[in-house]
Nanobody
Framework: QVQLVESGGGSVQAGGSLRLSCAASGRTFNINTMGWFRRAPGKERAIVAATWSGGAKTYYADSVKGRFTISMNSAKNAVDLQMDSLKPEDTAVYYC?????????????????WGQGTQVTVSS
């Protein structure tokens, strides 16, 4: 099993920045891909960003390209999400996820392990 713990959520004004961190523990050698998803109010959970190949490859949802950066720290078994130029529509609960096998990185059914989520609120 893999345990994921997110941190770094909070409230910020539009245009501001936040950095989310996700620490993995347990059988971390099982991890192939790590990703961040979010569930906005009244919407389904959706991909934000993902990284694999030790952080060498990344994927971003169109809505966050150029504003968010995902990075993996393999030595620390952690993945961060730097969020800049935040918009009110980025308000959501953000979830860290890990997949044990390669697959469609934007498909949440590919992910085996999930964190508890952290709230991000962006005010206008």
């Amino acid at each position: 099993q893999v345990q994921l713990v997110e941190s770094g959520g909070g409230s910020v004004q539009a245009g501001g920045s936040l950095r989310l961190s996700c620490a993995a523990s347990g059988r971390t050698f099982n991890i192939n891909t790590m990703g961040w998803f979010r569930r906005a109010p009244g919407k389904e959970r959706a991909i934000v960003a993902a990284t694999w190949s030790g952080g060498a490859k990344t994927y971003y949802a169109d809505s966050v390209k150029g504003r968010f950066t995902i990075s993996m720290n393999s030595a620390k078994n952690a993945v961060d999400l730097q969020m800049d130029s935040l918009k009110p529509e980025d308000t959501a609960v953000y979830y860290c996820a890990a997949a044990a096998r390669p697959g469609l990185v934007f498909d949440q059914s590919n992910y085996n392990f999930w964190g508890q989520g952290t709230q991000v609120t962006v005010s206008s």
